[in-house]
C-alpha cells in the first residue's frame, strides 16, 4: 500500500537543472525553503514529446502569476539537462519550448521521481505529478496524472492560493471568496 505524503515534510531534493538563463544550476528544496518560497515541483515523463510541451509552455507563460504568489516552479524529468536544454534551444513551432522562465531540473538517477512516488521504474521515466510544498516544507497538495493527461495551469494556480489562506476552502472556490 503507498504511503501518505500530504500533510507531511515533502522529501527533499537537489538536483542539476537547465535555469531561465540556459545555464546548468543545482535547485533544491531547502534552497526555496530557506528564501521563504512556496514550491510547486512538477514531473513529465520526456522531453520531445507531445503532452509535456504544451504543459511546460502553459506554466511557462503564467510564471509570473507564481511568482506573484511567492512560489518557485521547478518542472523534472529523468532526461538530462543537456537533453532540457536541446529542447529549449528548439522553437515551439519544431515541437520545443523556446525560453522557459523557470528551471527544468534533471533526475537522472531517478531518485526524486522515485521519493514523490511517480517513477515508472521498468521505463525509467516519471509520470505527471504536481506537488505543492510551503516554505516550512511540507507537502500540501499533490496530483498525479497518466501520461497522456496534461494538467491545468488555472488549477494549479488556484489551489496555491487557497492553500495560502490559511483557511477552510469549499469546494469550486476561487481567489477573493470568502473561506469557511
Not at 535547485?27 to 503532452?51: A, G, H, I, Q, R
Request: aromatic share 8%; charged share 25%.
Amino acid at each position: 500500500m503507498a504511503e501518505r505524503m500530504v500533510a507531511k515534510q515533502a522529501p527533499r531534493f537537489e538536483m542539476e537543472a537547465v535555469m531561465p538563463n540556459k545555464e546548468f544550476q543545482k535547485v533544491s528544496l531547502e534552497e526555496n525553503m530557506k528564501n521563504d518560497k512556496w514550491t510547486v515541483l512538477f514531473f513529465y515523463p520526456m522531453d520531445f514529446t507531445f503532452v509535456c510541451p504544451t504543459e511546460i509552455t502553459a506554466i511557462s507563460d503564467r510564471y509570473d502569476e507564481f511568482e506573484d504568489l511567492d512560489a518557485v516552479v521547478v518542472g523534472a524529468s529523468t532526461d538530462t539537462v543537456h537533453t532540457h536544454l536541446a529542447w529549449i534551444n528548439t522553437s515551439r513551432d519544431d515541437n520545443g519550448l523556446g525560453d522557459v522562465s523557470y528551471p527544468l531540473a534533471a533526475d537522472t538517477n531517478h531518485q526524486v521521481s522515485k521519493d514523490y512516488g511517480v517513477l515508472i521504474e521498468e521505463e525509467g521515466i516519471a509520470l505527471r505529478g504536481l506537488f505543492i510544498i510551503s516554505p516550512e516544507g511540507e507537502l500540501k497538495h499533490a496530483t498525479v496524472n497518466p501520461d497522456e493527461v496534461g494538467r491545468d495551469v488555472d488549477e494549479t494556480l488556484r489551489v496555491l492560493q487557497a492553500l495560502q489562506t490559511g483557511g477552510l476552502c469549499p469546494a469550486n472556490w476561487k481567489p477573493g471568496q470568502d473561506t469557511l
